[in-house]
């Protein structure tokens, strides 16, 4: 039995679209039927051998899914044949099937928009378990670097619904109404020279309580420098291509603390909680309190063009390629 995917045949190459045979299910694995799969910057790492996770060509791309399960493994007792689920892997979203491990797939309500739920996973899983692991509480201020982007419209909302102040950075002024929309109390011109100045005044000259960074480069610098003294930073990414190098004297004088969060590694350092969270937010998600953002939809095939939507920085929120009707 084959299905089509998407294959990355050499780090760098252009992908293509084969025959993939299927491989058996360990006792603790779930195959989807793929509906939807979303795009993250990390793809374009991955693509080209600079992710953190190095797969060997040729293998399939793609981190998050939407569909309904097809089979499960026989100590699989979370979800059954015909739920529609959503799903995190590290690659092998971006084809008709995928094979997940039990505990990065979650059971969706049956009305659930599987589009927006393909987009899910990372983006909300992200934000939500690094600011709760930030301690962001009601009534501090939270500056989100690139806030109309995939992660970053998601801290935004979240942070939000936390009941922090969200102070938005965002390249246009479309994309900060977008952000707006989606529970920034203000939004700042992160092309402007005076970011730094305008976050001290609107935080009446003390500073942000916490910064949420995607970016890197300049706005890690920004968030240095308009962070209090005794605030936090979480490192989230570096969309800029370019890793912060941290002066320590900065962090000494000002009593900062810069903490590095990557989601995936909660599959090993606290995999409980990882799971806890996203199953958090997707009650959130079916209570009405969050609002997945796709700016975009393509078919698979257009996966380089997908891909292009976020390198050129005109995708706002999620970009989704469509597998099945
Ligand atoms: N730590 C984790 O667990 C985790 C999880 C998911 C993603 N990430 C990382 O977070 C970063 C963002 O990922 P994403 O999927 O949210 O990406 P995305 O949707 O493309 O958003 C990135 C945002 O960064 C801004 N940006 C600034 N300079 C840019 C540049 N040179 N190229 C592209 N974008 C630029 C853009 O906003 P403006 O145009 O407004 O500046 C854009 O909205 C990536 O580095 C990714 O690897 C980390």
Redesign the pocket.
């Known amino acids: 039995m084959t299905f089509k995917a998407l294959v990355c045949p050499a780090l760098g190459q252009d992908l293509q679209i084969q025959d993939i045979p299927r491989q058996d299910l360990t006792t603790h694995q779930v195959r989807i039927r793929v509906s939807a799969a979303g795009?993250?910057?990390?793809d374009s790492?991955l693509l080209t051998g600079a992710?953190q996770e190095k797969l060997t060509p040729p293998f399939v791309p793609g981190f998050e899914l939407a569909g309904e399960v097809i089979e499960i493994g026989k100590d699989v007792v979370t979800c059954k044949p015909g739920d529609k689920v959503l799903a995190a892997v590290i690659g092998g979203a971006w084809g008709q099937e995928a094979v997940a491990h039990w505990r990065d797939v979650h059971v969706l309500p049956d009305a659930a928009d599987m589009t927006q739920a393909a987009g899910f996973p990372?983006?909300y899983g992200?934000s939500h378990l690094?600011l709760i692991k930030a301690g962001l509480t009601a009534g501090e201020t939270l500056v989100v670097?690139?806030?109309?982007?995939?992660?970053?419209l998601t801290a935004v909302e979240i942070g939000a619904g936390l009941g922090a102040r969200v102070i938005a950075?965002?390249?246009?002024d479309d994309?900060l109404k977008i952000a707006i929309e989606h529970g920034a109390a203000i939004g700042l011109d992160?092309r402007s020279d005076d970011l730094r100045e305008r976050i001290k005044e609107l935080t009446g000259g003390k500073g942000a309580d916490l910064a949420y960074d995607?970016?890197?480069?300049p706005?890690f610098d920004c968030a240095l420098r308009s962070t209090r003294p005794g605030g936090r930073i979480l490192?989230?990414?570096?969309?800029?291509?370019t890793v912060p190098q941290i002066p320590a004297n900065i962090l000494l004088v000002k009593n900062i603390s810069v903490l590095g969060?990557?989601?995936?590694?909660y599959r090993t350092i606290d995999p409980d909680a990882m799971r806890r969270s996203l199953a958090d937010c997707i009650d959130l998600w079916t209570q009405g309190r969050l609002h997945p953002h796709v700016s975009n939809i393509l078919p698979l095939e257009q996966a380089d063009q997908a891909l292009g939507l976020?390198?050129?920085?005109t995708?706002?929120?999620?970009?989704i390629l469509q597998v099945a009707e």
């Open positions: 795009i993250n910057f990390a790492l992710y990372i983006a992200t690094a670097h690139g806030a109309s982007g995939g992660v970053g950075c965002a390249s246009s994309k992160s995607p970016v890197g480069g706005a490192v989230i990414g570096f969309a800029s291509g969060f990557s989601w995936n590694a976020l390198k050129n920085r995708a706002t929120g999620k970009v």
